[in-house]
Every structure is written in C-alpha cells, then in structure tokens.
C-alpha cells in the first residue's frame, strides 16, 4: 500500500502561446535584477517557436503515462506558469488529499532542481493556509538504475546513426557557488553528472566522453561551469553525439540551444551532430516513478544544494541576481 494518497508532478512551467511569454518570464526573473532587454533577448527564443513552450505538452504527455500505472490519483504544478503550484494544491485541498508524493522533473541535485523546489512547497502550502495536503519530495534520481538504463536507450539509438561520433554529454550550467560542495553545504551537481556520464557511457561499451555545458545565463565576471557545448564544438571539430542528460524532456532550452544553435555550429564547422533524446517518457523512467511512488521518502537535509552567491553591483549594494537567472529560465 502507498504511503501517500497522491502523486503531484512538479515542474517548471513555460509559455503556451505568444501572449504568454512576457508574463511568464515576468514570473521567473521576480526578484532579480535582469535587464528587461535581456529578457526580451530570452522572448525570442519563443517566438521563434511559435510563443510556445513544449514543456507542459510534454508534462501533460508524462502524466497520461502514469496514470496508467499508477495506482493513486496524479497532479499537476508549476513553479512558473500554469498550472501553478498553490492552485494545485488548493484542488488537491478540495479533494480531501492529506499526503502526497511529489515527483520533480529534475534528475540532478542543485538549487534550480531540488532546493528551490522545497522552497516553492514551503510557499504554496503558506499561500493555501491551513489543512493544505503534506507534500513529500522525491528527491534527486539521477542514480537510479531505471533513470540510467532510460538514458543508456536514447545514446544507444544515436550511437546506430553516427557509430563514430564522440560522446558529449550536456547539462544546464550554473554558478560554481551552486555546483561543488562548499563549507558545510552539499551540492552534488557536478559530482552526480560525472557518475551518471561514466556508466551511461559504459553501459554502450565506450570509454571516452566529455561532460559540457549549455544555457549559461549569468554575468561575465560570476564563474559558471563551463566549457560551453558550442565552445566545445569549435575546439574539437569532431563528430559529436549531444545527450542532453542535465535534461529530462525536449523543452526549450534542448530545442533552441541545442537543435538550433549547436545545429548551426556543426553546420558551419562541416561536422556530424546527432542529438540523442532525453529521458521523457521512455518506461523505464515510467517504471521508476512509478515504483517510487509507493516508497516512503525523506526530506533533503537542511545543508543541502545552497543558492548561489550573486555577484555583487558595481558601487551599489549586492545584486538580486545578475544576467538570467541561476537556473533553467528558458522551458
């Protein structure tokens, strides 16, 4: 029997058609001190798409999975756009829910991904006040060996359309304040991604790969991880298979940064690039969720996946934030 009389789906959140953009990113940039003519440059990457965001048709397609083997009644929440966290949970509320599991559409710990999640639990269950439901997190799966044998699929399926081409695994970057471990705080981000990268690439019987780098969206004068995978893509001049493992579905940020941009430059470089699909709806990852839904699961400890140091202003006090923000701004 479960432990939990629900399973809540949450997510980042995105567009779903041109008027939507603005507020959208209006909502994720709250806060920070970004340029509005930098988030009129991160406007585009929509509008070249239609205003439309894939993520929350993807989420919709995830959930119809799981509901198909899941034995408990699933939900749905943003942190950015709708559905939105506390609306979700103020149904849940309506329909007598007292506990839930949540699933996160994140593999990999860091504060993006896992902690501010917590965060926006904490949030919503203020904002529906008394008697909203318990929201238990599943934390960060990126060891898990369905999560893996998912992964391991979609590079084995590149692998058939360039047997030759070299393995580049990528991952959205973020600060290094929030990416190693640092004076009492965990922060296994870079550590998980390694760990994932090597038996991903084993389990295809290779043994090189090169973990990269996409999306960065801080100031010049903040370090954040790097080399960048177009970077990457102008120093080797190589036949290259992307998998995008920092990444669980074909949202913006694989389809702009990665199918256009890293397109074009292997195009110009007169090179072969296969992008290999993300985890998505695969069922091994269907079955992991699945199977942890009926697990009972433990809060992340208090230390773990720090928010990054935001640079300080020149001659002013220190910077909500600087450039876009530290995380996925672009689903």
């Known amino acids: ?18 008027d939507d953009v603005i507020p959208f990113l209006e909502n994720v940039l709250r806060g920070r001190n970004v340029p509005r003519e930098r988030m009129l440059e991160v406007a ?25 083997v899941v034995k408990l009644p699933v939900y749905w929440g943003n942190r950015n756009w709708h559905p939105m966290l506390a609306d979700t949970l103020r149904q849940m509320q309506a329909d007598g829910v007292k506990r839930a599991v949540a699933f996160v559409t994140s593999a990999f710990g860091s504060y993006s991904g896992c902690r ?38 979609r590079v084995r399926t590149a692998l058939a359309e360039l047997p030759g081409g070299k393995l580049v695994f990528t991952a959205h970057s973020v600060p290094n304040s929030m990416a190693f471990p640092t004076e009492g705080k965990t922060s296994p981000y870079v550590a998980d991604l390694d ?6 690439t084993a389990n295809v019987g290779r ?34 298979i992307i998998i995008p493992i920092g990444f669980l579905s074909d949202h913006m940020e694989v389809l702009y940064d990665l199918d256009t941009e890293a397109r074009q430059v292997s195009d110009e470089l007169g090179i ?28 992340c400890p208090a230390n773990c996946c720090p928010a990054p140091v935001r640079p300080p202003m020149a001659g002013g006090p220190p910077a909500a934030g600087g450039g876009r923000p530290a995380g996925p701004p672009t689903r």
Not at 1 to 18: C, H, I, Q, R, T
Not at 121 to 130: F, L, Q, S, T
Not at 195 to 200: D, E, F, Q, Y
Not at 276 to 299: F, K, N, R, S, Y
């Open 1 to 18: 029997m479960s432990n939990y009389d629900a399973l809540l789906v949450m997510s980042f959140g995105g567009p779903e058609k041109p």
């Open 207 to 240: 043994e090189e790969w090169k973990l990269v780098y996409q999306s960065r969206s801080g100031p010049p004068t903040q370090p954040w991880l790097e080399p960048d995978v177009c970077d990457h893509l102008r120093a080797t001049m190589t036949d290259t």
């Open 272 to 299: 072969k690039m296969v992008r290999a699909g993300t985890a998505g709806t695969h069922p091994a990852m269907i079955e992991m969720i699945a199977e942890l839904a009926e697990q009972a699961h433990e809060l």
């Open 195 to 200: 760990a994932a990268c090597a038996k991903v």
């Open 44 to 68: 585009e990457h929509y509008y070249h798409f239609g205003g439309k965001s894939p993520i929350n048709d993807q989420n919709r397609a995830l959930i119809e999975a799981l509901k198909a």
């Open 116 to 153: 501010q999640y917590a965060e926006d639990i904490a949030k919503a269950r203020e904002a529906v006040g008394e008697g909203a439901p318990e929201i238990i997190r599943i934390r960060p799966f990126s060891k898990h060996p369905k999560f893996i044998e998912a992964m391991t699929d």
